[in-house]
């Protein structure tokens, strides 16, 4: 089955700075790619997604690469503010096959953006 | 808010016990999924059903089942309860049968004792 690994675990940046968070993933037939923002206690929210025909995709000040031949995706958020602060989880799934539907997560990022 | 309703909030049982968590989806929504997010740990995809059917299944424990009504609501059951059940469990629900948008439900927070 699929396996995404997720890094780094804790990232801490300075308000203004720009943080990148990497997924990997195994299923060369996984073709969608979500990135979601979780608050404490909260429940996760999509922030921006990306398919396998995509290279990169940019929401104001976020964005997400995808590099189908390396099997990893990137998310870029830039000029950071302090509501940035959350836990971000890449997730990783397809629509072809057996299990179709089945979204794997990775495990979480938690971001510090420091005032 | 997403639109996707979860009930009840919380959940507080003992051991051995048996549970029902209730989703509705946003209107128009097909598809129904489930995840649980312990403590320790991300989100794990137990199931999915869309427009009455189960579509995929991932680590979900026999003692977990889970149906998707007519009306498109579903409901999880959780049953011979263990204290490494106590967790958050999340619906959420997207138009399509296959991974599109998802919308995520408030969350039921389950705690066995």
């Known amino acids: 089955g699929e396996n995404v690994e997720q890094h780094p675990s804790t990232l801490s940046v300075q308000e203004g700075d720009s943080a990148v968070i990497k997924c990997t993933y195994s299923d060369s037939a996984s073709n969608y790619f979500p990135w979601y923002k979780q608050e404490l206690g909260k429940r996760p929210q999509l922030i921006i997604d990306i398919r396998s025909n995509v290279g990169e995709k940019k929401d104001q000040r976020i964005a997400v690469t995808l590099n189908k031949t390396a099997k990893h995706f990137s998310l870029h958020i830039t000029e950071t503010q302090p509501e940035d602060s959350a836990v971000y989880f890449c997730a990783a799934s397809r629509s072809g096959g057996t299990n179709a539907g089945k979204s794997t997560f990775g495990d979480g990022t938690t971001l510090t953006v420091k005032p | 808010d997403s639109g996707v309703t979860q009930t009840p909030k919380h959940l507080i049982t003992a051991t051995g016990q048996r549970v029902t968590l209730r989703c509705s989806p946003r209107s128009g929504d097909l598809s129904v999924y489930w995840y649980q997010q312990s403590l320790d740990q991300g989100l794990q995809f137990l199931i999915q059903?869309?427009?009455?059917?189960?579509?995929a299944k991932g680590n979900i424990l026999e003692r977990f089942s889970a149906q998707q009504f007519p009306d498109l609501h579903s409901e999880l059951n959780l049953s011979s309860l263990e204290l490494g059940d106590s967790a958050l469990y999340f619906c959420?629900?997207?138009?399509?049968?296959?991974?599109?948008?998802?919308?995520f439900g408030p969350g039921t927070r389950l705690t066995v004792l």
């Open positions: 959420a629900s997207s138009v399509a049968q296959f991974p599109d948008t998802q919308y």
């Open positions: 059903y869309y427009n009455g059917e189960e579509r």
